[in-house]
Nanobody, 118 residues
Framework: VQLQASGGGLVQAGGSLRLSCAASGTITSINDMGWYRQAPGKQRDLVATITRDGITNYANSVKGRFTISRDNAKKTISLQMNSLKPEDTAVYYC?????????????WGQGTQVTVSS
């Protein structure tokens, strides 16, 4: 199983970026998927999650600015980030709870850097 994240980059404050993450491999099913971020010297924090049925959850700091979406057929999630702030600067990781036959576990992508300049 592999999670491949893409879409990070450098953007000015107030700008937008879109992150994508694709799961691949011999996957039986995917439950919750989400995005987390880790700034230098800080712990990894939840940004947004989405269930298989499309129920979303957001960190308070990103509500109204970020939107998570999911395509179950393509095994992908995206994170549309608008009105970016310098404090959004971090490495963003996608995570998926994946079942392989009878075993369910959490998998992480490799991380993609988002840098917001002031």
């Amino acid at each position: 199983v592999q999670l491949q994240a893409s879409g990070g980059g450098l953007v000015q404050a107030g700008g937008s970026l879109r992150l994508s993450c694709a799961a691949s491999g011999t996957i039986t099913s995917i439950n919750d998927m989400g995005w987390y971020r880790q700034a230098p010297g800080k712990q990894r924090d939840l940004v947004a999650t989405i269930t298989r049925d499309g129920i979303t959850n957001y960190a308070n700091s990103v509500k109204g600015r970020f939107t998570i979406s999911r395509d179950n057929a393509k095994k992908t999630i995206s994170l549309q980030m608008n009105s970016l702030k310098p404090e959004d600067t971090a490495v963003y990781y996608c995570k998926a709870n994946i079942r392989l036959h009878f075993v369910r576990d959490d998998y992480w992508g490799q991380g993609t850097q988002v840098t917001v300049s002031s």
